[in-house]
């Protein structure tokens, strides 16, 4: 699923909530907490299919970090992805992993089907005939870029059910990138669009204070028993 706001606290709430959670962290890390959070976005996303080399997979989350892309959707019908640490460099605990992996069923489907409710346009990368190159690539509408396996790319399916389809120029004698260069070059382009646009391509406040929310549980090893004293002074009135 796409992730959702953290459901039974209104706005005023989770704003206290992350104010009195920062009171537990150093300034520093909260200046940096709000800083990298204003840089998230999911105006696009991306999502990987049946990738089996755990550091290709992983590099690519890393550079969704790097680029603030905070959401990656993992399919995984037939190669399960498993983190590489020696190349996400700890990215993984500030990206959201979105997985499809129910067995002996199309996960490509679940994740196309996902996307396309979130407001997603579907765009597979491939260097089919025909594919929009990457600088002519229009950045209005949401976007969810596909990239697929190491050798063969995408599935039919994938390309079946794309709504556009999207290129790297390339001018050599080998006329394809490793998976993560790709997506580093897309990602990379498309963000630099986005940020130079009008667009309003940024979290909403509530996404915001949830992304929040969700970091400061993963610092903090003491975040329950925090919230539930934050809780109890909420139904006291202290």
């Not at 498993?82 to 499809?100: C, E, F, H, M």
């Not at 120029?169 to 790709?182: A, C, H």
Request: glycine share 6%; with cysteine; aromatic share 8%.
């Amino acid at each position: 699923m796409i992730p959702n706001r953290d459901d039974g606290m209104d706005l005023q709430t989770k704003r206290k909530l992350v104010e009195y959670l920062y009171g537990y962290i150093t300034p520093e890390r909260r200046r940096k907490i709000a800083e990298v959070a204003a840089n998230r976005t999911r105006y696009l996303t991306v999502a990987l299919e049946d990738i089996y080399q755990p550091q290709n997979a992983s590099a690519v989350v890393r550079t969704c970090d790097c680029f603030g892309v905070q959401d990656v959707h993992i399919i995984e019908n037939r190669n399960k992805y498993t983190i590489n640490p020696d190349v996400t460099l700890g990215a993984q605990k500030w990206v959201s992993l979105i997985r499809y992996n129910k067995p002996d069923h199309n996960n490509t489907e679940d994740c196309i089907e996902a996307l396309r409710r979130a407001g997603y346009r579907i765009v597979a990368t491939t260097p089919r005939e025909g594919a929009c190159l990457l600088h002519e690539f229009p950045i209005e509408g949401k976007m969810a870029l596909l990239f697929g396996t190491e050798e063969t790319g995408l599935s039919d399916y994938a390309l079946e059910h794309a709504d556009e389809f999207l290129k790297i120029p390339m001018y050599g004698f080998t006329q394809s990138f490793n998976i993560s260069v790709s997506a580093a070059l897309c990602i990379h382009h498309i963000i630099t669009k986005l940020r130079a646009s009008q667009i309003d391509w940024r979290l909403s406040e509530e996404e915001l204070l949830d992304l929040k929310l969700e970091w400061l549980r993963k610092q903090l090893r003491r975040a329950p028993l925090l919230e539930e004293e934050f809780f109890k002074g909420q139904t006291t009135g202290e």
